[in-house]
């Protein structure tokens, strides 16, 4: 799922994903990432965040603010 999520977004790194911070692009592939894991990845939200290193509430907010993106989008 990372890997996917990573695809659009080329130039970010794995290790950019999991360390401190919140650059817009980093951000924006976590929460494609969480979005896929909550619609019935092969990973669990948990999973996700640990790899990442967020807590998994803060993972579930990050998909919430997603969704709202893509309804307004819509």
Same mark, same amino acid.
């Given at each position: 799922? !990372? /890997?996917?999520?990573? %695809? ?14 919140? @650059? =817009?692009?980093?951000?924006? !592939? /976590?929460?494609?990432? %969480? ?14 965040? @640990? =790899?990442?290193?967020?807590? !998994?509430?803060?993972?579930? %907010? ?13």
């Amino acid at each position: 799922i !990372v /890997r996917s999520a990573d %695809a659009d977004y080329p130039l970010i790194e794995e290790e950019e994903l999991a360390s401190p911070g919140q @650059k =817009r692009c980093a951000a924006e !592939v /976590r929460g494609v990432a %969480a979005w896929a894991v909550q619609g019935g990845g092969s990973a669990t939200l948990t999973d996700l965040a @640990k =790899r990442f290193g967020r807590d !998994v509430s803060f993972m579930s %907010a990050v998909v919430s603010r997603l969704e709202q993106r893509l309804k307004i989008d819509q």
